[in-house]
């Protein structure tokens, strides 16, 4: 979906952010021009893979087709997903993302461990956009 947001396969999926030398704080996204943070000097933002497991710090469905850039068909039906903030705790941050298909609110508690994975965004006969979602762990659909 966007260039530079994650990289790999399988176990190997991973979300990528940046962490400033100057003050060590994480962003993701990533960030490639200066430290976010108000109170930092500055320093050189290096890329980092993040965490690939977290816990469910808050969720909610959409009940709504999304707006632009997603690419969603008006003559299908629209099914509801389940969206997550999941805390990484060693980044000290939260990631926001669609759960796996399948996985709806029902099955969700604040607190969960939770892994990202590879997912499909959208795809046509000559393109497959990836993103991430979460998947709760010991779930292999």
């Given at each position: 979906?966007?260039?530079?947001?994650?990289?790999?396969?399988?176990?190997?999926?991973?979300?990528?952010?940046?962490?400033?030398?100057?003050?060590?704080?994480?962003?993701?996204?990533?960030?490639?021009?200066?430290?976010?943070?108000?109170?930092?000097?500055?320093?050189?933002?290096?890329?980092?893979?993040?965490?690939?497991?977290g816990r469910v710090w808050s969720y909610t469905d959409s009940r709504y087709r999304p707006p632009s850039p997603y690419v969603?068909?008006?003559?299908?039906?629209?099914?509801?997903?389940?969206?997550?903030?999941?805390?990484?705790?060693?980044?000290?941050?939260?990631?926001?993302?669609?759960?796996?298909?399948?996985?709806?609110?029902?099955?969700?508690?604040?607190?969960?461990?939770?892994?990202?994975?590879?997912?499909?965004?959208?795809?046509?006969?000559?393109?497959?956009?990836?993103?991430?979602?979460?998947?709760?762990?010991?779930?292999?659909?």
């Amino acid at each position: 979906m966007v260039s530079g947001w994650f990289a790999g396969d399988g176990n190997d999926f991973r979300l990528l952010g940046t962490r400033c030398s100057a003050c060590a704080s994480v962003f993701f996204p990533r960030e490639d021009a200066h430290c976010r943070n108000p109170g930092c000097p500055g320093g050189e933002l290096v890329e980092v893979a993040l965490s690939r497991r977290g816990r469910v710090w808050s969720y909610t469905d959409s009940r709504y087709r999304p707006p632009s850039p997603y690419v969603t068909d008006p003559e299908l039906s629209w099914e509801p997903r389940a969206l997550m903030a999941v805390e990484l705790a060693a980044e000290r941050i939260v990631v926001l993302g669609q759960s796996v298909p399948g996985v709806t609110v029902a099955d969700l508690t604040v607190g969960m461990e939770v892994e990202v994975v590879p997912g499909v965004l959208h795809e046509d006969a000559e393109t497959t956009w990836t993103t991430w979602h979460w998947r709760p762990t010991g779930v292999t659909a």
